[in-house]
């Protein structure tokens, strides 16, 4: 995945990362890539995070963040990537299937992080067995 990741040439500005096991060692895996460029926060209140906990964190983001990363686990990842997408070209493959290690990439026409259900665009959806 951190090849797809690079390849799409994703930098995000701030990384949030649950405390849990699986999802540090995701970050870890990504740490060189991010290391730099990212402000990367490892947060308790992550850890099986529904969508609202989810949608608080990234709305707290300063307006100066243009993009950010969670890293998280299911069910709440999923829930979350549903809830904002509202349109996209494989959403209804979103709403279907969220396996461990898949990749979305939403866009959001706004200036502040003010996240609502519905107005994200997905962009891109990368499972691990696209690459397999």
Not at 17 to 32: D, K
Not at 78 to 84: D, N, P, S, Y
Not at 122 to 131: C, G, I, S
């Amino acid at each position: 995945m951190g090849d797809q990741i690079s390849s799409r040439g994703i930098r995000p500005e701030v990384v949030l990362c649950s405390t849990a096991r699986r999802a540090v060692e995701t970050l870890e895996a990504f740490s060189e890539m991010f290391a730099e460029s990212a402000d990367i926060h490892v947060e308790r209140a992550l850890y099986l995070a529904g969508v609202g906990e989810l949608t608080d964190r990234v709305n707290e983001l300063s307006a100066r963040v243009a993009s950010a990363m969670l890293i998280g686990h299911n069910p709440g990842m999923h829930e979350f990537a549903t809830a904002l997408a509202g349109e996209g070209e494989r959403l209804e493959r979103l709403r279907k299937k969220f396996p461990t290690g898949a990749l979305v990439v939403l866009e959001f026409d706004q200036e502040e992080w003010d996240l609502k259900p519905g107005t994200g665009t997905l962009q891109d959806l990368v499972l691990p067995r696209d690459f397999e």
